[in-house]
């Protein structure tokens, strides 16, 4: 029957005669229905639409519900194959509503991890995140592949760094990474994982890391062009990281070769910006032009907007080096427009910063302050979404582990409570049966004894997994809070008879949350400034580098009388704002001075000394000093560094005081 059934799918192809209306609705004919609908998805997605229409109408009229969830499953990957996630996020939701676990934990699975992608796709980080961990979940090696569970935690690895939580986003690639290599999947397989590790190294400012796993990843494509040409162009990626810009070219210039096989409005248009980018570095402004009207064509063929952005700010740079600075003031402006319009946050802060530095240089300076009040603004969002984040996602691992904990347990329990009444009605059989029952008393005795293992070896790994939770929520407000409330459920709820050590320690993690949360708050809110003046300001930034263990000395030599523009008490706010953080995260300091005074010329002088490790100067700068340097630019600053290794760092700040 099924072959039959198969053999009348494939003739209604190809002739106009409707053959599978002769075939009797049944379970078996939707079945075969779905299954052809899945094997069409990728060879020919529109018949295998018309086949997933079909299964779900005939499943309607069977009140056949699996069989609505497979059509509803094959619907949404017809729907997201075509990039209308919205559509196929609803075919998702409609299949998990027609099924149970007991039906069908397999397509369960499947379907919690593929509407992930969808929301993933969308932008929709958290909410993909909420189906991957509910996907992983419902797997159970009884019902699902391994391989599920590798797709699974590949995809909550890409979503993290998607997220720029890098090191979560590493700790799930390589889980997935692990379980490829086992079950030895192809190289195209294992090539993606390597591809991802290595961008995540890359986007973590790790370039050492990021080649090793990246030129892997070229290997292992070996004859898949397209992914030869996205790890060629990651690597010039990791190259124009190392600012080895002759080397980036090389690897661009591969990996354009192997697009321009393909008809142009196929050709991904980033290639172009990128080998602009670094003629921008190496000041060939031909070059920059020629690929930059490139990407440009491109980007607005395929309606690329941060291309178009991009490459817009490209030629805006031609522009203005060739001196028609209204040109590329439009130019710039038109690209800001562009990122403000579809919220490309990151690139908006770029393009701000750079029109800042180009009003100040073509002697604009309220131009250019107002545009570095909007790159403060921009920052300010950033660390924001950043903490929250964060906080949401420590937040979603500790309830999924919570979750998977009391499963474990109740599962455990459930079995050892079946093993205990089948021992009562075999010890109730009677003595004709002795040797028997002596057996099975042996035999239970002995799954007893490893149920009991099992479950001291789940709390173990527990708590090893919690130890390195632990540590991730011991670094920010929200860790501390959940913790918090987690020993408080234990005080409280848990037993009767409340512990007051672990009371105690709730309410002395709670103070630790309020200290966070104010210091969070002093490091935010520039109103301090205008409350309480630029010492107190100052003070209230030292007050983090002491509860963090380090001596600090505050020199503060300007005279009060003085009274300074709000815009330039704040420049001086953030530029040791970003000092001290500098400090915390590099020097492994014990002692820092921080000196300031007026200098000569109307000058004022901003000195942080420590003890710290130190480094050499003459290394690749950091985002952090890049900052400092971008910020002082507007009032004619200068910055210099002096340190050795183990020596300690001085950093000397000059400014002019605007008129």
């Known amino acids: 029957m099924k072959n039959i059934v198969s053999l009348l799918l494939f003739f209604s192809f190809y002739f106009p005669i409707q053959i599978v209306a002769a075939v009797p609705p049944s379970t078996q004919y939707i079945d075969s229905l779905n299954n052809l609908s899945y094997d069409l998805r990728k060879k020919d997605k529109e018949h295998s639409l018309v086949l997933a229409r079909m299964a779900h109408n005939a499943s309607v009229n069977l009140d056949y519900n699996e069989g609505q969830a497979y059509a509803e499953y094959n619907m949404g990957n017809y729907y997201r194959g075509k990039n209308d996630n919205d559509n196929a996020i609803r075919s998702y939701n409609r299949a998990l509503l027609k099924i149970s676990p007991e039906q069908n934990r397999e397509l369960i699975v499947k379907l919690l991890n593929v509407k992930g992608l969808a929301l993933k796709h969308e932008l929709l980080f958290d909410s993909a995140l909420t189906s991957f961990y509910s996907s992983m979940e419902y797997w159970n090696p009884k019902f699902c592949d391994e391989e599920y569970l590798m797709k699974i935690q590949y995809n909550i690895g890409n979503t993290y760094k998607g997220m720029g939580l890098y090191d979560s986003s590493l700790h799930y690639s390589f889980k997935g990474l692990r379980i490829a290599e086992k079950l030895n999947r192809p190289n195209k397989v294992l090539a993606s994982y390597y591809y991802t590790i290595g961008n995540t190294y890359h986007k973590n400012e790790d370039p050492t890391n990021a080649l090793t796993y990246l030129l892997k990843s070229k290997e292992l494509y070996e004859d898949h062009e397209d992914g030869v040409a996205r790890a060629l162009t990651s690597i010039g990626n990791v190259y124009d990281l190392k600012e080895e810009h002759e080397k980036a070219l090389e690897f661009y210039y591969k990996s354009l070769r192997i697009e321009q096989k393909r008809p142009f409005e196929d050709q991904f248009s980033g290639i172009y910006n990128n080998i602009s980018q670094q003629y921008i570095y190496l000041e060939q402004l031909d070059s920059v032009q020629h690929y930059a009207k490139i990407a440009l064509e491109l980007s607005q063929m395929i309606r690329d907007d941060e291309g178009i952005a991009i490459s817009m700010t490209q030629l805006g740079h031609v522009k203005i080096e060739n001196e028609q600075i209204d040109e590329g003031l439009s130019l710039y402006n038109q690209a800001l427009e562009t990122a403000n319009t579809y919220d490309l946050i990151s690139l908006q802060d770029e393009i701000v910063l750079k029109l800042a530095t180009i009003y100040k240089k073509t002697g604009y300076p309220d131009s250019s302050i107002k545009y ?199 420049a001086l706010y953030r530029v040791l704002q970003e000092l001290i953080n500098n400090i915390v995260k590099h020097a492994n300091a014990t002692d820092v001075v921080i000196t300031i005074k007026e200098g000569s010329k109307d000058q004022i002088v901003l000195i942080a000394k420590d003890n710290g490790k130190g480094f050499n100067p003459k290394s690749k700068e950091g985002i952090g000093m890049h900052n400092i340097r971008s910020r002082i630019e507007t009032y004619k600053g200068k910055l210099t560094v002096q340190s050795d290794p183990e020596q300690g760092t001085e950093v000397m700040i000059t400014v002019v005081i605007p008129a």
Not at 382 to 399: A, C, S, T, W
Not at 436 to 442: A, D, H, K, P, S
Not at 486 to 509: C, G, P, V
Request: cysteine-free; glycine content about 4%.
């Open 372 to 570: 570095m009040e909007i790159h403060d603004t921009i920052r300010e969002r950033l660390m924001n979404e950043d903490n929250q984040r964060n906080i949401l996602v420590i937040e979603k691992k500790y309830q999924t582990e919570k979750k998977n904990k009391r499963i474990k347990e109740l599962e455990l329990n459930n079995i050892i409570e079946k093993q205990n009444k089948l021992y009562w009605v075999y010890g109730a059989i009677g003595v004709f049966v002795v040797f028997t029952l002596l057996m099975f008393l042996q035999v239970y005795r002995h799954r007893n004894k490893s149920l009991l293992i099992a479950k001291a070896s789940l709390i173990e790994g527990e708590e090893i997994e919690r130890a390195r939770l632990s540590k991730e929520l011991h670094d920010n407000v929200g860790a501390t809070l959940s913790m918090a409330s987690m020993i408080i459920q234990t005080a409280f709820k848990e037993n009767s008879n409340s512990d007051k050590t672990l009371e105690a320690k709730a309410k002395n993690l709670l103070d630790q949350s309020l200290t966070h949360i104010r210091t969070l708050s002093h490091e935010l809110s520039p109103s301090i400034l205008t409350k309480f003046g630029l010492q107190t300001a100052f003070e209230l930034l030292l007050e983090g580098l002491t509860e963090a263990g380090i001596q600090t000395i505050l020199k503060y030599e300007l005279k009060p009388e003085n009274k300074y523009p709000s815009t330039f008490e704040l």
